[in-house]
């Protein structure tokens, strides 16, 4: 999508500092990090939150969580442990509308909600 601001950082025109890459997922760091380690696993196709992507391409979903396993796996986090959100809609604050998903670690994570 051409106005889409993750389609630009998968095609390079805008920077981001990249963590894990495939055929299928990209991911890079978030510019406002919540935590230690704050990622965003998005897919290469674009879709515009996680029930469009569900709907149209469920495969796409296996996708970025076979990323997230490969990249915790390597950087040895799925023992001490991490969280991943994706945020879908306006009460949850969605606003890039490019379905992504947070990943969380690095320290003792706060409970969420509210
Ligand atoms: P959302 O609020 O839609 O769940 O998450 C969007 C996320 O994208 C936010 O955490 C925000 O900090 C991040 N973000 C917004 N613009 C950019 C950008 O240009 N580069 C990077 N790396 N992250 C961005
Ligand atoms: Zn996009």
Redesign the pocket.
């Known amino acids: 999508?051409n106005d889409?601001l993750?389609?630009k950082i998968i095609k390079g025109e805008i920077p981001s500092s990249e963590v894990f890459s495939n055929e299928n997922v990209y991911a890079f760091k978030d510019l406002h990090p919540m935590a230690k380690i704050h990622n965003l696993f998005i897919h290469r196709e674009?879709s515009h939150d996680i029930n469009a992507m569900s709907k149209t391409s469920p495969e796409q979903v296996v996708d970025v969580y076979k990323a997230i396993l490969k990249w915790t796996q390597d950087e040895k986090l799925d023992s001490s442990g991490f969280r991943v959100v994706t945020n879908c809609g306006p009460d949850a604050g969605q606003t890039v509308f490019?379905t992504h998903f947070h990943v969380l670690a690095g320290e003792k994570l706060g409970r969420f909600g509210k």
Do not use: L, P, R, T
């Open positions: 999508m889409c993750f389609c674009h490019h």
